[in-house]
């Protein structure tokens, strides 16, 4: 099939790749033009394990990126992945969800193919893929004949490229069989379980994982914070836990809590929704305070440890919000690194692929080349993110003035760690 995707950005270019995979001819709309230059010169824009295979061994053949609109006039499928941050009070800023609707409506005006099927994949609120998506293109071509379908992603960063070529279920969401038929032929390749819905249906399936995966992180952090003060191993815990069928082991690990593109701005905006139907969203509400204190528990640690923090050399290891990415988006790192600074103390960091990121997010703090060279003269060391490179520092610690080391992921392997939950 002919294939268009309007956003290149992680759900977008992953998307995009792994269908050109599937043999469909795919272009990718994009805004920025250094992006589709690197799109097109097969250099991934952004890290993601398997990604630059599929781009040198597609782009030029089936495979390429523009600016512009224009391949959605030949397009069987447009998908839109697209942006949804999160507004002030937590809900959905869908005014790129709406731009991309207006110019898919203008392109198709020109011309179409003979039932284009139109795709939301970015996470909306309950409704939009009618009620905003449909409806405005609806508006402007009255006479067209199309289809309409939310089909949720389910793709974790650093292991995106996996997870779409190996879904645990792919969700169409469209009342139209025509449009089913094109959105099952899409995926004629992969196997998985299909799961046909209505529209709504699906883009409460999207929220409804993302914040259930986040509530058992929160609740494992609670857990977690309790077992500490009672000297119990909450991993041990979890895995005793974790083997009851109803439960599974997965989402279970405490630590300093969760961050990403996904679940903050998920569970926000499913709490927003609930309260716009005069309801009280006490759990969701919950998760999100239990996993903004959860970072800040390594602070107070640390100044258990070393007392006051003014002037004192702090390590921070990892800035990406998770390891094998180098996105910072709501990384567990930051309020840490900002109560560091507000402190009056010296954040001396580190991350193998996430520096740059955040040294224009934060630039007050110092930023190293190695986990070393954070480590030498530090009086304490706090570990953000599960890198496996550090999961092998050893000998690196004696190089710090004071061995205070708070491990927030469980991963360090040597004796003197104390753990944020354990």
């Not at 609740?219 to 191993?233: M, P, Q, R, S, T």
């Amino acid at each position: 099939m002919n294939v268009t995707i309007i956003g290149g950005g992680y759900v977008g270019l992953v998307t995009g790749a792994c269908l050109s995979t599937l043999n469909h001819n795919v272009t990718i709309v994009e805004i920025f033009p250094e992006k589709v230059e690197a799109i097109n010169s097969a250099v991934p824009p952004i890290y993601e394990e398997g990604l630059e295979d599929i781009l040198k061994a597609r782009v030029g053949k089936n495979l390429t990126a523009s600016t512009t609109y224009e391949s959605v006039q030949t397009a069987d499928a447009v998908f839109i992945a697209v942006g949804t941050p999160p507004n002030p009070d937590g809900s959905a800023n869908l005014t790129y969800i709406r731009q991309a609707a207006e110019n898919i409506a203008e392109e198709l005006a020109k011309a179409h193919t003979e039932y284009p099927v139109v795709v939301v994949k970015s996470t909306v609120p309950p409704g939009t893929t009618k009620n905003v998506v449909c409806k405005t293109i609806r508006e402007k071509l009255p006479d067209l004949k199309f289809g309409c379908c939310m089909n949720p992603e389910f793709l974790r960063e650093g292991r995106a490229v996996f997870d779409f070529m190996n879904p645990d279920r792919i969700v169409i969401g469209t009342a139209d069989a025509r449009a089913a038929d094109v959105m099952h032929s899409l995926y004629a390749g992969i196997e998985a379980p299909i799961l046909d819905v209505e529209p709504t249906a699906a883009e409460m399936i999207k929220y409804t994982s993302n914040a259930l995966l986040a509530a058992k992180i929160s609740f494992a952090n609670e857990i977690g914070n309790l077992c500490k003060k009672l000297g119990v191993d909450v991993y041990e815990v979890m895995k005793g836990v974790g083997m009851d069928s109803r439960v599974s082991p997965k989402f279970l690990n405490a630590g300093a809590g969760f961050g990403g593109s996904c679940f903050p701005k998920d569970v926000s905006a499913l709490a927003d929704i609930i309260r716009k139907e005069n309801l009280e969203p006490v759990f969701l509400d919950a998760v999100l305070k239990v996993n903004d204190l959860q970072p800040l528990r390594m602070i107070s640690l640390l100044e258990e440890k070393i007392g006051e923090l003014t002037g004192k050399r702090i390590a921070v290891l990892g800035l990406a919000f998770k390891d094998n990415t180098d996105d910072i988006r709501e990384s567990r790192s930051i309020p840490v690194i900002e109560k560091l600074l507000a402190a009056g103390a010296k954040p001396v960091c580190y991350d193998p692929m996430a520096s740059d990121a955040m040294q224009k997010l934060l630039p007050n703090a110092e930023y190293v080349a190695t986990a070393a060279s954070a480590l030498i003269e530090a009086d304490g060391c706090l570990v953000m993110t599960e890198w496996p490179e550090f999961t092998k520092l050893d000998k690196e610690f004696d190089l710090m003035k004071t061995r205070a080391i708070i491990d927030g992921r469980h991963i360090l392997s040597i004796p003197d760690a104390e753990g944020i939950c354990w």
